[in-house]
């Protein structure tokens, strides 16, 4: 079924850069996840507690073959063929796909658009919660393989681990669009190295290309029973990273993304799994350090530290997806405004979130530190993933009933058998939770605690502020008197046009003036990614020197009061910046004695309110041109 998108054409103008360049970055950032998961996913699918032996080949073929069908089934056909085509003006990830699906319902539709957005937000503290693994795992992982050359170092592993993630955090706020070059040229001997021991020692046993069959996963579900759950808990270890696939689509573009996984990936990662087996079929007492066993000796420092330096580059690609969203959920207003620098001059997705990095260093180091192992933090992984993955074919569902026009019921067919495949390694790694996997539910319910205590905050003093506000008609048409007027513009920020700003009402009747020109102006975060500059403004005149501004920003966008009201002199209004004032209202909260939002979430947003960036910064408006004017609010 051919690919169509209105907006397919500037989708692609997006990415101008030659083919090759932006896939051999899509080879850095985009599968840096999943493209270190053959350091432990066989490994943990023998774990003692899964009652599978490593001297019985039936299951090491079985395990091969659950691995080979669940990368065919979940990453290559649901991410790669099909949920890539749900292109939102050129950006995906959860948050884009969730407004794609609200978008296409009908006008009326106000119950599944809740539903859409209550699913988004899983979605979205779910991407938070792994955000926090993945770093964990993966580094540990790698640095673990000293252990292969020398035992006695094992008590070296988490305190370089922490080092080197410490270090990892620290240089976010230098940027990484130098260090980034490398990533690509880094994973791609990675994935080469992958390919080269898997099929050298696919060379010794071929007979363990037979895993293909899918004759050998069922055997071994048969012969577990219950206990399939427990083996596909270790399998999913192969697949975590798959969501980035869409999440990055932005950065690249499709093409790049898919001639990326079918050129070289997917047959580096299935190469090196069956490698593995064949070791592991012929030695099976190689199992701890598995993949680290696949290199010749000579090789297994140099292999240590690739295999190291892949695993920083997979943890600063979630790192940085996780900025991403955050940059994101604060332009849809799902949480408090925060500092965001933007750390290259030519890359729009090269962003820092300080608050975001020392919180997600603070728990990345507490986990390494506390699960002390990447065999322990295995029980933490999977869960958070396969739930995200759960909500993505759901909302993919949507996508393709009501905008590429399939047939509802084949939608349902086909989305609903893929989401079994999730559903099933989402309670296998349920059974994991008493063990490690409760860790990344837990931040997941407390940025969900922190996203809806925000929007349920935000909805309650919206109302005390514009709920009996004065409408602007009625304002102007009072003012029979006109108030001293003085020279220059004065513009006043404000949640709602057509209602009198509470700044403006306090200048007023404090300075007694009013300006020559005043500026209603409203900040609005519209449903795609970015908004066209010719669709940036819309001015409309009130009379009496009054004007009304709307801006639009799209959800990826940051921005930018002065240079938005630079394009209203196409409209007829003239802005001088030297001769423009800010208005922006900063009120005081105050806790009210009976409040809807209950004690717990009333003393967290009053306090994320406190610590939210000033609007003034947020916006771009310049210091010495802002005045901030407010009173005391109960919330």
């Known amino acids: 079924m051919p690919e169509h998108n209105p907006d397919s054409a500037a989708t692609e103008s997006r990415h101008k850069g030659a083919l090759q360049t932006l896939t051999l970055g899509a080879l850095g950032v985009v599968y840096g996840d999943i493209g270190t998961s053959p350091l432990y996913t066989v490994r943990e699918a023998f774990h003692p507690t899964g009652g599978l032996s490593v001297q019985d080949s039936t299951a090491v073929l079985g395990v091969l073959s659950l691995v080979f069908w669940a990368l065919?089934?979940?990453?290559?056909?649901?991410?790669?063929?099909?949920?890539?085509?749900?292109?939102?003006?050129g950006e995906g990830g959860v948050l884009a796909l969730a407004r794609l699906a609200s978008n296409a319902l009908p006008v009326g539709a106000i119950r599944q658009r809740s539903l859409i957005l209550l699913a988004s937000i899983v979605g979205l503290t779910l991407f938070f919660g792994d955000g926090l693994i993945t770093p964990a795992m993966t580094v540990l992982s790698a640095v673990e393989g000293i252990q292969a050359v020398q035992p006695g170092m094992k008590h070296f592993v988490v305190p370089i681990a922490v080092g080197i993630l410490t270090l990892l955090f620290l240089i976010q706020a230098h940027g990484t669009s130098r260090v980034g070059r490398l990533f690509g040229p880094i994973m791609c001997l990675w994935f080469i190295t992958l390919a080269g021991l898997g099929l050298w020692h696919i060379g010794h046993n071929p007979s363990v290309l037979k895993a293909i069959n899918p004759y050998y996963g069922f055997v071994l579900i048969e012969s577990l029973g219950w206990k399939t759950f427990i083996a596909l808990g270790a399998?999913?270890?192969?697949?975590?990273?798959?969501?980035?696939?869409?999440?990055?689509?932005?950065?690249?573009g499709r093409r790049p993304i898919r001639i990326a996984w079918f050129g070289m990936v997917l047959p580096a990662l299935l190469l090196n799994y069956f490698g593995q087996g064949a070791l592991l079929l012929r030695h099976p007492d190689v199992l701890d350090h598995l993949f680290f066993e696949l290199a010749p000796d000579w090789a297994l420092i140099p292999m240590i530290a690739l295999a190291t330096a892949a695993a920083i580059i997979a943890s600063q690609a979630v790192i940085s997806g996780v900025f991403s969203l955050t940059q994101q959920a604060i332009q849809l207003g799902l949480l408090p405004r925060m500092t965001i620098n933007h750390t290259s001059e030519t890359e729009i997705g090269q962003i820092y979130v300080p608050r975001v990095n020392w919180i997600m260093m603070a728990g990345v180091i507490t986990l390494v530190i506390g699960f002390?192992?990447?065999?322990?933090?295995a029980a933490a992984y999977g869960i958070a993933v396969t739930g995200a993955m759960t909500i993505d074919v759901g909302l993919a569902a949507i996508v393709a009933a009501l905008i590429w026009k399939w047939n509802k019921w084949t939608a349902v067919a086909v989305f609903a058998a893929l989401g079994l495949i999730d559903v099933a390694f989402f309670a296998a790694n349920a059974l994991k939770i008493p063990e490690g996997g409760w860790f990344p539910l837990a931040m997941a319910v407390g940025a969900w605690f922190v996203i809806t205590t925000w929007r349920r905050g935000r909805a309650v003093l919206y109302e005390k502020l514009h709920g009996n506000a004065?409408?602007?008609?009625?304002?102007?048409?009072?003012?029979?008197?006109?108030?001293?007027?003085?020279?220059?513009?004065?513009?006043?920020?404000?949640?709602?046009?057509?209602?009198?700003?509470?700044?403006?009402?306090?200048?007023?009747?404090?300075n007694k003036v009013l300006h020559e020109?005043?500026?209603?102006?409203?900040?609005?975060?519209?449903?795609?990614?970015?908004?066209?500059?010719v669709k940036r403004v819309e001015v409309r005149r009130l009379g009496k020197g009054f004007h009304a501004?709307?801006?639009?920003?799209?959800?990826?966008?940051?921005?930018?009061?002065?240079?938005?009201?630079?394009?209203?002199?196409?409209?007829?209004?003239?802005?001088?910046?030297?001769?423009?004032?800010?208005?922006?209202?900063?009120?005081?909260?105050?806790?009210?004695?009976?409040?809807?939002?209950?004690?717990?979430?009333?003393?967290?947003?009053?306090?994320?309110?406190?610590?939210?960036?000033?609007?003034?910064?947020?916006?771009?408006?310049?210091?010495?041109?802002?005045?901030?004017?407010?009173?005391?609010?109960?919330?």
């Open 517 to 533: 020109r005043i500026v209603l102006l409203q900040v609005l975060t519209v449903d795609i990614p970015r908004v066209a500059e």
């Open 372 to 377: 002390g192992s990447s065999s322990n933090i």
């Open 470 to 510: 004065m409408p602007v008609d009625l304002f102007l048409s009072t003012m029979r008197e006109a108030p001293l007027r003085v020279a220059g513009t004065a513009v006043f920020m404000t949640g709602d046009i057509n209602t009198v700003p509470l700044a403006l009402l306090h200048n007023l009747k404090h």
């Open 549 to 635: 501004v709307v801006v639009r920003y799209g959800f990826m966008e940051q921005p930018d009061v002065p240079g938005a009201l630079s394009k209203c002199r196409a409209h007829g209004l003239a802005y001088d910046e030297m001769q423009t004032s800010f208005f922006l209202g900063r009120e005081s909260l105050l806790p009210a004695a009976r409040s809807t939002l209950g004690r717990a979430r009333q003393a967290l947003f009053i306090f994320l309110s406190t610590t939210a960036l000033a609007s003034k910064v947020f916006f771009r408006i310049p210091p010495n041109r802002a005045v901030e004017l407010g009173g005391q609010v109960e919330v």
């Open 235 to 252: 399998i999913v270890l192969a697949i975590t990273g798959g969501e980035a696939l869409y999440a990055d689509m932005g950065h690249f």
């Open 72 to 89: 065919i089934l979940t990453v290559t056909v649901k991410y790669v063929v099909l949920i890539l085509r749900a292109d939102n003006r």
